[in-house]
Each structure stands twice: as C-alpha cells, then as structure tokens.
C-alpha cells in the first residue's frame, strides 16, 4: 500500500497523508482499514456512541476475530446513489467553491488514525486546467429517511452525536478545522450543518481510540453488552458444535430466567399501549403529544398496516 506526501500531492491537508482514492470493498479498501487503526467510521464505536456498532464487536474486528459480515441494505445502497447528487446540490447552493472526492487519509504522525471523507472542499480553480489550493474544509454526505435525528436546518446542534465524532475525527486526521454536512432528508428535504474543530473533543476521541488500541493488544475484552450486532459478534465466534453439556453460573441463570419473564410481562405491556395509542389515532396519520411526535400509522388498502415508533433523541 503506497502512501504520498501532502508536499507531492495538489489537493493537499495541513495534517494528512493521502493513502489513495480506493474503492469500498475492494483488497486495498480492506487493507487501509484493517489491523490497529481507527478510522472516522469507527471512532464513535470507541466511545459507545455509534448506533451501528459497539464496543464490543469494534474490539473483535480489530482482534482479527470474526464478526458479522456486512449486508448491504436499501438505505445504504440510496445512500451511496445519491451521494453525487446531494453534493452537487452543496456546490450549487456555494458558488466558487469546489467539492472534489476525498479519498482515503491517515496523519502525518499517527499513522494508526484514518479517515476518508466524503468530500474536500477547495476554492473553484478560474481556469478549466488549474489545479485547486489546499483543502479548505471537508463536505459529509448524509441521507436519512426520516430525519428524526437531525435538528432545524442550520442548528448549531442539529448533527447527531455519531456523525459528530466522525467529522472531528476526520479534521483531526488531515488537520481541517471546518466540516460542512450537506443531508437529504426523506428524499426531498435538504438541510445543511457545519461543525467547527474543537481541540478538547478531538483529543479526548484520540485518547480514547488510544486506550482502546492498548486493550486490543493486551487482549483485554470488553464487556458484553445490549446491543444487536453484540449479539451477532458472539454468534459468529463458535467454530463447529460439539455434543456435550456446559456448566453456567446460577447467577447468570436467574437472569435469564428474570429477562424472559420481564420481555413476557413487556411484550403484553406494548401491545396492550399499541392498541390503545392506535385506537387514539383512528384514521389519522400521527400520534402527538405537545409538539413531541410519538407514533406514525401505515395504511394498505384503506387498513392500518403497521403502527411505527419515532425514534427519540437522547436527553
């Protein structure tokens, strides 16, 4: 894997080595973010904020141990479909200034910390032939089908907490103090942000990625946890089966015995709340509550098809 200097590259970052411009999927994709590195993508996993991943199968994947195989899904393949074009739309809502493919970068000290943006932003070159400046800020392309995530258009805080990691990573990474989002929400609602370099949060993301470094190589596991893909990590890790008893605590019995008890008492709980929330709508579309929306209601055929939670923002 051949890397180059921002001193022999034109679309050069203060702080960054540019890898390449490589493909997702390919050999050299896989093998700029393998081993005891940390990209962008990954950062939030770190400090247990990444809705997609935990702690737990990070710790596997950079172990070298086996995780769950990634599945392409309808919001992931949209998402990458209509990256050029919410780009372009950034572009043209900014005249004289460029939104150039980004590529894949590591810093110029830590070789260990990765990123790859989704753009660089440069002032637009005069001349059809010129070659741009140095970078002057980086573009994130977000796409969200419903958008409960995301604040007002323009809100100081309206970028979710994971997407935040991940741009302060990434400005760490190639020394950038700037990161514009450009985001479509339910496929007609564009929104912008802009998410300013903060010292104090980059360098507790960078202690914490090196502290979770360090337990990788000490073998040090983290704890189980509730999440799904948690779950799935431990799923893959048996090789085979073998016919024969194994032994468990007491303790980790009772709470299984308490989980499933409480998960029967629970599901009963949210059907009987299903029904009376749906009973409430009648043929509206939404359940409220003070300006707080709380339910949405499917219909086919004229009949309720699904009755759907919104998803709620962390106080």
């Known amino acids: ?20 411009h490589l ?13 005891l590195t940390i990209t962008a993508t990954e950062i939030a996993a770190v400090v247990g904020l990444s809705p997609w991943m935990s702690r737990f199968t990070l710790w596997h994947k950079k172990a070298g141990l086996p995780t769950p195989p990634f599945e392409m899904n309808p919001a992931i393949e949209w998402g990458n479909r209509l990256e050029d074009t919410v780009a372009q739309k950034w572009e043209d809502e900014h005249p004289g200034q460029l939104a150039a493919p980004a590529g894949t970068w590591q810093h110029r000290d830590r070789q260990w910390q990765r990123a790859t943006p989704d753009r660089l932003i440069y002032p637009q070159p005069a001349g059809e032939f010129e070659v741009p400046e140095q970078a002057e800020a980086l573009l994130e392309v977000k796409t969200s089908p419903m958008g409960d995530d995301w604040g007002p258009d323009g809100a100081d805080d309206g970028v979710p907490i994971w997407y935040r990691c991940q741009a302060m990573w990434q400005m760490d990474t190639l020394g950038l103090r700037r990161t514009h ?33 360090d337990e990788v190589r000490a073998g040090h596991r983290p704890p189980i946890d509730g999440a799904t893909d948690t779950y799935q990590t431990i799923r893959v890790q048996p090789d085979g089966l073998e016919d024969r008893d194994v032994e468990i605590g007491f303790g980790l019995v009772c709470r299984w015995d308490d989980a499933y008890e409480a998960m029967a008492k629970a599901s009963a709980d949210l059907t009987q709340i299903r029904g009376e929330v749906l009973d409430a709508i009648g043929n ?26 919104y998803q709620q923002k962390a106080a």
């Open 1 to 20: 894997m051949s890397t180059s200097s921002t001193t022999d590259h034109p679309y050069a970052a203060p702080e960054g080595v540019l890898i390449g």
């Open 23 to 35: 493909t997702p999927g390919t050999a050299a994709w896989d093998e700029a973010r393998a081993g």
């Open 181 to 213: 989002f450009a985001v479509l929400i339910s496929g007609h609602d564009y929104r912008e942000y802009t998410v300013d370099y903060d010292e104090d949060d980059a360098q507790a993301l960078r202690t914490a990625a090196e502290e979770f470094l």
């Open 284 to 309: 509206g579309k939404r359940a409220v509550c003070e300006g707080r929306r709380i339910a949405y209601r499917t219909v086919r055929d004229g009949k309720t098809y699904s009755l759907n939670p």
